[in-house]
């Protein structure tokens, strides 16, 4: 089983950075793993944020959603137990609680398929609060 683990939250002006991070444990993280953020704001279902699948020899592919494309940067460390999202010129619409998510291994196909929904993913982390003030 494994652990999902968000941390790097906090309160933040408009157009300032955080960067969140998501550890993973309890399980050796391989190569095709596929990992994801999403959020929910107060009153809103969860919606998909990026998504990170770990390629062979080293290969990475990444997706953002159009709301957070180019201001949002997903990455990944050395090891495979940590994914990271550097978040950018943030928006008082960002601040949502911030939930990382983890599929395990997945076809390139599965992961363009899938990459954005929900069902994909089996293991979820606890949330990480991030506020956006105007």
């Known amino acids: 089983q494994v652990q999902l683990v968000e941390s790097g939250g906090g309160l933040v002006q408009a157009g300032g950075s955080l960067t969140l991070s998501c550890a993973a444990s309890?399980?050796?993280?391989?190569?095709?793993?596929?990992m994801a953020w999403f959020r929910q704001a107060p009153g809103k279902e969860r919606e998909f944020v990026a998504a990170?699948?770990?390629?062979?020899?080293?290969?990475?592919?990444?997706y953002h959603a159009d709301s957070v494309k180019g201001r949002f940067t997903l990455s990944r460390d050395n090891a495979m137990t940590t994914m990271f999202l550097q978040m950018n010129s943030l928006k008082p619409e960002d601040t949502a609680v911030y939930y990382c998510?983890?599929?395990?291994?997945?076809?390139?196909?599965?992961?363009?398929?899938?990459?954005?929904?929900?069902?994909?993913?089996?293991?979820w982390g606890q949330g990480t609060q991030v506020t956006v003030s105007s």
């Open positions: 998510a983890l599929a395990g291994a997945a076809s390139y196909g599965d992961f363009i398929r899938e990459r954005a929904t929900e069902r994909f993913y089996d293991s």
């Open positions: 309890g399980r050796t993280l391989i190569s095709m793993t596929v």
């Open positions: 990170i699948r770990w390629g062979l020899y080293g290969s990475v592919a990444t």
